[in-house]
């Protein structure tokens, strides 16, 4: 093992599970310890403690939103873990799975209108530093209930007349029924930190540097002298996995870019470039045709994706069998694909959108699937980038959906609208640049409406399409809110898409957040 093997063992070293008792508690949380650079994996929490505790973390934080059905299986956890004696940090409806393990309960309790503020009792590592007379407020959870200790539990803190932290009296355990991944610093980072570092010991000495040279090595000894393909889309995720497989296996990797007809302007020549230290192990596939052909005259959103992804996964097919046996297919999921999608964390939320991705083909072709992103935010993956040498203009690009422009023209998909959706997008994207912005929001893009209306070029009527533009902030693309651009900018944009695309004669701004809309139209 070389040095860098031995930094990557010692960051792995200080390993903190995030047990999911459901919402989204877990992966914020999981995102929040990685950022006090201690390496955090979310686990469901009905995992058997033998397991858990096979991957040797230093700590548990045991994490669900406040108001989940605490009797639900979800919440059932290994008595074991609580008797592990290794630290415990207990939030939201985790703490009530461990009150229901203990012994504790909830009582009915009358409504505290808003935030109250934190009283501390006693003082204690999880608490350290925040000072009593810098009061902090916090929602009392769970609504209309007060917690009943269990013997063994000690309050430590109070909100109005609701115990709000407690701490057991032998173990390292102690219990929020606040939210410190909700709470703005300080005082919800100091309350993680606390645990990571004054009740577990941790270090802090996770660093990209280290998970990269560790996924390297995982991926040398998983992927052997075996061939590998990833579909490359020229979007963050696969450009940073194709680059994080060509350091781990070099030559084995093969990458297939489909291009589906679907691109932004200059994306297949951007990709070829970015991708040319890969010399022929790139495959660039004009599928163009065969995808209009197959959306012709769907106007259905859901049905658009479907059938993108059918013909993606066609396309993908024939191309890898022309490269004979190969084992592994990689592919870029990242961490909030696997939430949305229904994995961890979101088991059962519902299907808001079915994401663009290679579903299904790691069985037809018999191959087996790597995923080395999976664990990573979007923010970690550009890190990751860095890491690895990208240039930035590749791993600052905005995201871009799987079944491209297709889900930014509402009706049918034909040659036209793609233009004037194409030439729009960029229009967006170029004005951004101009005024210093496009870094600074999460995405920028147009989309193509079936609307038309009435107005004036050149002295004559006109009846013509309706553009939108739509830029957000976001920092996961589980919620966005729209960006107040300043009016000069929107000005520019609107007279240049009327300007140089004929076809349009009307540009309206989308001022909605989401929720209640997505980031995408369809
Ligand atoms: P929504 O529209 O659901 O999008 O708010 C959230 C983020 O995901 C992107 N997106 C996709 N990405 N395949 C992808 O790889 C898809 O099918 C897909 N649909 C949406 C979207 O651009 C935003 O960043």
């Not at 909100?159 to 410190?180: K, M, S, T």
């Amino acid at each position: 093992m070389g040095p860098a093997c031995g930094e990557a063992a010692a960051a792995r070293a200080e390993r903190v599970l995030v047990l999911d008792v459901g919402g989204r508690a877990a992966s914020l949380i999981a995102r929040r310890v990685r950022q006090a650079q201690v390496y955090s994996q979310v686990v469901p929490a009905s995992t058997p403690a033998a397991e858990l505790l096979a991957l040797q973390p230093k700590g548990l934080i045991l994490a669900g939103e406040a108001g989940l059905e605490p009797d639900s299986d979800t919440v059932r956890l290994d008595p074991e873990l609580l008797s592990s004696g290794l630290p415990l940090l207990a939030i939201g409806a985790g703490l009530l799975a461990v009150l229901r393990e203990l012994g504790g309960g909830l009582e009915a309790a009358g409504g505290l209108d808003g935030p109250q503020p934190v009283r501390i009792l006693h003082g204690s590592d999880l608490l350290h530093g925040l000072e009593p007379d810098e009061p902090w407020t916090v929602p009392v959870m769970p609504a209309g209930q007060r917690i009943v200790p269990p013997p063994g539990l000690e309050v430590i803190a109070t909100a109005g007349d609701r115990p709000v932290a407690f701490r057991h009296r032998e173990r390292p355990l102690f219990g929020l029924a606040v939210h410190p991944e909700r709470l703005a610093e300080p005082p919800g980072e100091s309350l993680l930190r606390n645990f990571l570092f004054r009740v577990c010991g941790l270090q802090g000495r996770w660093q990209m540097r280290a998970y990269l040279e560790e996924q390297v090595a995982a991926l040398r000894a998983r992927i052997g002298g075996e061939r590998v393909i990833l579909g490359l889309s020229g979007g963050v995720d696969s450009t940073v996995t194709a680059a994080l497989l060509h350091r781990a296996v070099g030559d084995q990797l093969t990458c297939i870019f489909v291009d589906h007809g679907l691109l932004r302007e200059g994306e297949v020549e951007a990709v070829r470039e970015a991708f040319r230290f890969l010399g022929d192990r790139l495959v660039v596939v004009d599928a163009a045709q065969r995808f209009l052909a197959r959306l012709a005259g769907v106007t259905d959103p859901e049905e658009k994706r479907r059938r993108i992804g059918n013909e993606f996964i066609r396309v993908f097919e024939e191309e890898a069998r022309k490269l004979g046996p190969v084992r592994f297919l990689a592919q870029g999921t990242i961490y909030p694909d696997v939430i949305e999608s229904g994995g961890p964390g979101g088991k059962d939320g519902p299907v808001i959108k079915s994401h663009h991705n290679v579903g299904g083909l790691p069985e037809r072709l018999a191959m087996e699937l790597v995923e080395p992103l999976r664990e990573l935010f979007k923010d970690e993956v550009r890190e990751l980038g860095r890491e690895l040498g990208l240039p930035p203009a590749l791993i600052d690009r905005h995201p871009f959906p799987g079944p491209g422009l297709a889900v930014r023209i509402v009706g049918p998909v034909e040659p036209q609208a793609l233009a004037i959706v194409r030439r729009a997008d960029a229009i967006v994207r170029e004005e951004l640049e101009r005024a210093g912005l496009l870094q600074d929001v999460w995405q920028a893009f147009a989309v193509l409406t079936p609307i038309r209306t009435v107005g004036m070029r050149d002295g004559q009527r006109t009846y013509g399409s309706l553009v939108a533009v739509r830029v957000v902030h976001s920092v996961d693309a589980m919620t966005a809110t729209w960006v107040p651009l300043p009016h000069e900018v929107l000005a520019r944009i609107s007279s240049r898409i009327t300007d140089e695309i004929p076809e349009v004669n009307r540009v309206v701004y989308d001022i909605t957040s989401k929720p209640p809309g997505t980031i995408e139209w369809e």
